[in-house]
T-cell receptor, first 119, second 109 residues
Framework: GAVVSQHPSRVICKSGTSVKIECRSL??????MFWYRQFPKKSLMLMAT?????????EQGVEKDKFLINHASLTLSTLTVTSAHPEDSSFYIC???????????????FGPGTRLTVT | GQNIDQPTEMTATEGAIVQINCTYQ??????LFWYQQHAGEAPTFLSY??LDGLEEKGRFSSFLSRSKGYSYLLLKELQMKDSASYLC??????????WGAGTKLIIKP
């Protein structure tokens, strides 16, 4: 199956600093990646859709200047949380559709997630 | 508006069968997904239904009725490792996934 990795898996940062989270599709090309956040015991909340070579599409209520998304290649998307605050502490998960060698599936393959704690 | 409803929590006994229901309302429909999520981990894919009927995959089966906006996930021969949250997600006409809040399944010995 398709593999999506995320780095780091856990990060603790101080309030006011910026944190970058990487999402990589390891064995397939991903023209579209998704960034979610999840609070404890809550469902996934889509933050933005990351499109390779173009600007990300943000969901309503998500600050694009605070959550910077860059999708510079077919295998890498990054989410940077700028000027982090304690309320940004959450579980951030990326996912991608499988598009490889003519295959396309609407199944989203998820990265393992990044636990961000802002102190 | 778009909406997914599923029970918050269910409890079942090891070795038994459990059915997790999901109802959905979306703008257009391009399929219904079920994902399993263990605590602190990312979701993993279980099933995808776009046509009416039952899809069986080992101990897990998923059913869809498009006319009723209804799906269920059926888990047989429950094992302790099946304790997890089960997320229902419907894909709308824009191919966006609309997620339910998840059903926490507790398996008791």
């Amino acid at each position: 199956g398709a593999v999506v990795s995320q780095h780091p898996s856990r990060v603790i940062c101080k309030s006011g600093t910026s944190v970058k989270i990487e999402c990589r599709s390891l064995d397939f090309q991903a023209t579209t990646m998704f960034w979610y956040r999840q609070f404890p015991k809550k469902s996934l909340m889509l933050m933005a859709t990351s499109n390779e070579g173009s600007k990300a599409t943000y969901e309503q209520g998500v600050e694009k200047d605070k959550f910077l998304i860059n999708h510079a290649s077919l295998t890498l998307s990054t989410l940077t949380v700028t000027s982090a605050h304690p309320e940004d502490s959450s579980f951030y998960i990326c996912s991608a559709y499988l598009r490889d060698r003519g295959q396309f599936s609407y199944e989203q393959y998820f990265g393992p997630g990044t636990r961000l704690t802002v102190t | 508006g778009q909406n997914i409803d599923q029970p918050t929590e269910m409890t079942a006994t090891e070795g038994a069968i459990v059915q997790i229901n999901c109802t959905y309302q979306t703008s257009g429909f391009n399929g219904l997904f079920w994902y399993q999520q263990h605590a602190g981990e990312a979701p993993t894919f279980l099933s995808y239904n776009v046509l009416d009927g039952l899809e069986e995959k080992g101990r897990f089966s998923s059913f869809l009725s498009r006319s009723k906006g209804y799906s269920y996930l059926l888990l047989k021969e429950l094992q302790m490792k099946d304790s997890a949250s089960y997320l229902c997600a419907a894909m709308d006409s824009n191919y966006q996934l609309i997620w339910g809040a998840g059903t926490k399944l507790i398996i008791k010995p």
